[in-house]
């Protein structure tokens, strides 16, 4: 079974825009933030995420650039919501989402591309479990964000 999420964007500040939902039900997650254009707007974004313990972060490989509208979905691997995904579009390039702690399979897709990627969420996570969904060049057909600046770039590399 599949749920539909639909993100309400929210303004936040002036030059900050992010979409923030709620779902509810087993295994569903409790919010899902998305965007995170710009170290201003990276900063702002990630402090809407507290409470989260999942982050996608969605690019380019061989570039390195951003990239938003992304389709996701969010399964469970175990529990009782096992096989009930949550579908969403990533409206920026970083999402921080909250779930129940079990293990899922995180599916993306951009422009026909599809990547896919596995997580562990813990009982006690002190910080968002990263997962990085790469997509090759071909995926961007122009829809390319920004790049990330060199900050964001050594951010990105610590684990």
Same mark, same amino acid.
């Given at each position: ?5 639909? %993100?309400?964007? /929210?303004?936040?500040?002036?030059? &900050? ?11 569903? =997650? ?12 990276? &900063? ?11 982050? %996608? ?5 061989? *570039?390195? @650039?951003?990239?938003? @509208? ?5 399964? =469970? ?9 949550? @579908?969403?579009?990533?409206?920026? =390039? !970083? ?7 079990? $293990? ?5 897709? !951009? ?7 596995? &997580?562990?969420? =813990?009982?006690?996570? !002190? *910080?968002?479990? *990263?997962?990085? /969904? ?9 829809? /390319?964000?920004? *790049?990330?600046?060199? +900050? +964001? $770039? ?6």
């Amino acid at each position: 079974m599949k749920v539909q999420l639909p %993100l309400a964007a /929210l303004l936040v500040g002036a030059a &900050a825009t992010f979409s923030v939902s709620a779902v509810t039900g087993p295994g569903a =997650p409790g919010a899902i933030v998305c965007g995170g254009i710009g170290a201003g707007e990276r &900063a702002a974004l990630e402090e809407q995420a507290r409470g989260t313990n999942l982050a %996608l972060e969605f690019f380019i490989a061989k *570039r390195g @650039d951003y990239v938003a @509208d992304v389709d996701f979905a969010i399964t =469970p691997l175990d529990g009782p919501a096992a096989g009930e995904a949550v @579908d969403a579009v990533a409206d920026g =390039p !970083l999402c921080y989402v909250r779930l129940a702690p079990g $293990r899922y399979r995180i599916d993306a897709q !951009l422009n026909g591309v599809r990547r896919s990627a596995r &997580a562990t969420v =813990p009982e006690h996570a !002190l *910080r968002p479990v *990263r997962v990085a /969904l790469a997509f090759p060049e071909e995926a961007a057909r122009g829809d /390319l964000e920004t *790049r990330p600046t060199p +900050e +964001e $770039r050594e951010e990105a590399r610590q684990p």
